[in-house]
């Protein structure tokens, strides 16, 4: 997550302390119905993972996704992307979003190019939506 703040605007924003509270806020199931999908080598060399949550109740979100700069444009997004959708249509979520910056161009096409419409946001972020 922290890496991912970093690339996309500049600047962590969060401590390490709430960055690690926001991951396992993820996976206590009191707290929220979320995932995280890791990618992983046999090896046990992790390229990228994706955190999910239910956000409402018909909408699944991507909080964020990560690859790792070396591992990338090779696909390994786009799975990432894949085993979220099916997770969200698991819990039988209508629709799946994520959040980014305006200009983070990379995300948006991998969004785009996977079926999901882009809308203005607030504070320089744009919204990808699509109907599962
Ligand atoms: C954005 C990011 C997750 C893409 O990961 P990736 O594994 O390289 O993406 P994939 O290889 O699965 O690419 C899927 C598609 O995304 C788009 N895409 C990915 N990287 C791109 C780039 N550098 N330029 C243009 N399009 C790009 C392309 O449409 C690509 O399909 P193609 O390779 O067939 O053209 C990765 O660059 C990253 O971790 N960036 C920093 C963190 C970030 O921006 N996270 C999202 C904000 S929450």
New binding site residues.
């Given amino acids: 997550m922290r890496?991912?703040l970093i690339?996309?605007l500049g600047e962590s924003l969060y401590t390490m302390d709430w960055l690690e509270r926001r991951v396992r806020y993820h996976l206590d199931p009191l707290q929220c119905t979320g995932q995280i999908f890791l990618s992983v080598l046999p090896s046990g060399e992790r390229l990228?993972y994706t955190i999910v949550r239910r956000e409402e109740a018909t909408l699944g979100l991507?909080?964020?996704?990560?690859?790792?700069?070396e591992?990338?444009?090779?696909?390994?997004?786009?799975?990432?992307?894949q085993r979220g959708q099916e997770w969200m249509r698991e819990l039988g979520l209508a629709r799946a979003a994520?959040?980014?910056?305006e200009a983070?161009?990379?995300?948006h096409?991998?969004y785009?190019?996977n079926g999901y419409a882009l809308f203005p946001s607030q504070n320089g972020f744009v919204k990808l939506i699509k109907e599962l």
């Fill in positions: 890496r991912t690339e996309v990228g991507f909080s964020t996704t990560y690859v790792e700069p591992w990338r444009r090779r696909g390994v997004a786009q799975a990432l992307l994520t959040y980014t910056a983070n161009t990379r995300l096409q991998l785009l190019n």
